[in-house]
């Protein structure tokens, strides 16, 4: 099926189209699986996408030029973890999970990439589901430290407006939440912190 989304154009040469699998080769290729419904991605969800994309090609390229090692990269789903909370059970999702080795450091981050479209109180809500997992104990069980959730959003002022939200919210453990902007995500998730 042709997606409407367009790439090229009168300026940049002829027009070209995107392409997905449809109705008829999803059932050729998964005769066992249910048909799922398919829409097609929004341009926020694209740029969200690319942007966690190029952190990790990021990460990649600095562990190959020996500025890092890349112990663990966990893309979504991979990173989600389930847990119960008075809620009852629920699953953080970040948007990235990495485990980085520094020198003789190992720098364990939840990543979560802010591309300026959500208001603040929704990322509030999603800290507090960080802190809720925090609280479980479950990363210090498994592996004797939690990692830190490191927020990258795209200017200094959005940076500072999320690091004020965090610090006035009185049930955050302030020193889980790191906040960069994404042109210092690397110097940040190395553990030099802004």
Excluded at 43 to 71: C, P
Excluded at 140 to 148: D, E, W, Y
Aim: proline residues 6%; glycine residues 8%.
């Amino acid at each position: 099926m042709r997606l409407e989304r367009r790439i090229g154009g009168v300026r940049a040469g002829s027009g070209s189209f995107i392409y997905a699998l449809g109705p008829v080769g999803h059932r050729v290729l998964h005769r066992e699986q249910p048909r799922p419904r398919y829409r097609e991605p929004t341009a926020m969800f694209v740029d969200h996408t690319l942007a966690i994309t190029q952190l990790v090609i990021d990460l990649i390229a600095t562990a190959r030029a020996g500025g890092l090692e890349l112990l663990v990269c966990q893309p979504e789903p991979r990173c989600w973890r389930p847990f119960t909370s008075t809620n009852g059970l629920t699953t953080l999702r970040p948007d990235l999970f990495v485990s980085l080795g520094v020198g003789e450091f190992e720098h364990r981050w939840f990543c979560e990439i802010d591309r300026g479209t959500e208001h603040l109180p929704a990322l509030v809500r999603k800290c507090r589901v960080y802190e809720n997992y925090y609280a479980t104990g479950t990363e210090q069980a498994a592996h004797g430290v939690s990692p830190r959730v490191c927020w990258l959003v795209p200017d200094t002022h959005r940076a500072d407006r999320l690091r004020q939200a965090i610090d006035e919210d009185r049930r955050l453990t302030d020193a889980l939440f790191v906040v960069a902007t994404t042109d210092h995500a690397l110097q940040t998730l190395r553990g030099g912190e802004q």
